[in-house]
Nanobody, 127 residues
Framework: QVHLVESGGGSVQVGGSLRLSCTTS????????AGWFRQAPGKEREFVAA????????YHADVVKGRFFISGVNAGNTVYLQMNNLKPEDTAVYYC????????????????????WGQGTQVTVSS
């Protein structure tokens, strides 16, 4: 069994920054694709960012592009999400998701294509 644990969430004011981390434990697991998703109260889960290990390519949702950056994965199986210039609309529970395969671009934005999920970490941005 593979376990994912997110950390780094918290409360921050508008314009602030946070860095989320996602670490794995349990059986050996080679990450093919790592993703971050979020879900705000009353809303559906949405894609935030993803990174493919094989070619190091990264993808970010338009609403976070230029503010959020996914990194890590290649060493130590830890995935990071650096979040800068946070806005109130970024308030949500953030989830780390991993898959052993190299997901194609059209698939990595959909949570149903990931095999493993963390429990989520709350991010609250206040004005």
């Amino acid at each position: 069994q593979v376990h994912l644990v997110e950390s780094g969430g918290g409360s921050v004011q508008v314009g602030g920054s946070l860095r989320l981390s996602c670490t794995t434990s349990g059986r050996t697991f080679n990450i093919g694709t790592a993703g971050w998703f979020r879900q705000a109260p009353g809303k559906e889960r949405e894609f935030v960012a993803a990174r493919r290990v094989s070619d190091g390519s990264s993808y970010h949702a338009d609403v976070v592009k230029g503010r959020f950056f996914i990194s890590g994965v290649n060493a130590g199986n830890t995935v990071y999400l650096q979040m800068n210039n946070l806005k109130p609309e970024d308030t949500a529970v953030y989830y780390c998701a991993l898959d052993s395969s190299r997901l194609i671009v059209s698939a990595l934005r959909s949570g149903e294509n990931y095999d493993y999920w963390g429990q989520g970490t709350q991010v609250t941005v206040s004005s």
